[in-house]
T-cell receptor, first 112, second 116 residues
Framework: GQQLNQSPQSMFIQEGEDVSMNCTSS?????WLWYKQDPGEGPVLLIA?????ELTSNGRLTAQFGITRKDSFLNISASIPSDVGIYFC????????????FGTGTRLQVFP | DAGVIQSPRHEVTEMGQEVTLRCKPI?????LFWYRQTMMRGLELLIY????????DSGMPEDRFSAKMPNASFSTLKIQPSEPRDSAVYFC??????????????FGPGTRLLVL
């Protein structure tokens, strides 16, 4: 079945560093969503991408919709301790756009 | 707006007991989704409703799982009988227009279920 693979699986960085993570699929997506899950909470939408090549920012976060439509990237600049959490990519399944498939997640730890 | 409300936040029960998880979606949202999150399988969609009607329950693992949405402001996910492998975090989410549109899914805080 369709899968979204994220890398890296986890990251341990120092406050102030920039972060890059990506999400890849074996099939084409028409929408890419990036969510963040804080410890003990539900995922919260960060950025939505709707067009191949699109680059969208939300504060220190920037996400890109890959040209091949099979991947997406999320960058966080100048990380801070509250960036800690799990970052998920997601997209609608091809046969039913009401359903989301979520990636495997990238766990981010930021040390002061 | 209060956001999606789930109860209880934590549930510990013994194998064989019935478990009922509750969800109140955001007012005005016409889609409601139930997810399960585990370390092994990540975030999986169990079932979703549109206008209180179950649309796709292909993610429900077994007949022990059932979900209802008697009205636009309330849904339940029931496990009967519960088993230790059901231990997970269960999330409810709601949205205005499904998944792939501008108004995407808003998640509740989740119910952490532990079956002993």
């Amino acid at each position: 079945g369709q899968q979204l693979n994220q890398s890296p699986q986890s990251m341990f960085i120092q406050e102030g560093e920039d972060v890059s993570m990506n999400c890849t699929s074996s099939s084409i997506f028409n929408t890419w969503l990036w969510y963040k899950q804080d410890p003990g909470e539900g995922p919260v939408l960060l950025i939505a991408l709707y067009k191949a090549g699109e680059l969208t920012s939300n504060g220190r976060l920037t996400a890109q919709f890959g040209i091949t439509r099979k991947d997406s990237f999320l960058n966080i600049s100048a990380s801070i301790p509250s960036d800690v959490g799990i970052y998920f990519c997601a997209g609608p399944t091809p046969h039913n756009t009401d359903k989301l498939i979520f990636g495997t997640g990238t766990r981010l730890q930021v040390f002061p | 707006d209060a956001g999606v409300i789930q109860s209880p936040r934590h549930e510990v029960t013994e194998m064989g007991q019935e478990v009922t998880l509750r969800c109140k979606p955001i007012s005005g949202h016409d889609y409601l989704f139930w997810y399960r999150q585990t370390m092994m399988r990540g975030l999986e969609l169990l079932i979703y409703f549109n206008n209180n009607v179950p649309i796709d329950d292909s993610g429900m693992p077994e007949d022990r799982f059932s979900a209802k949405m008697p009205n636009a402001s309330f849904s339940t996910l029931k496990i009967q009988p519960s088993e230790p492998r059901d231990s997970a975090v269960y999330f409810c989410a709601s949205s205005l227009n499904g998944a792939g549109r501008l108004e995407t899914q808003y998640f509740g805080p989740g119910t952490r279920l532990l079956v002993l």
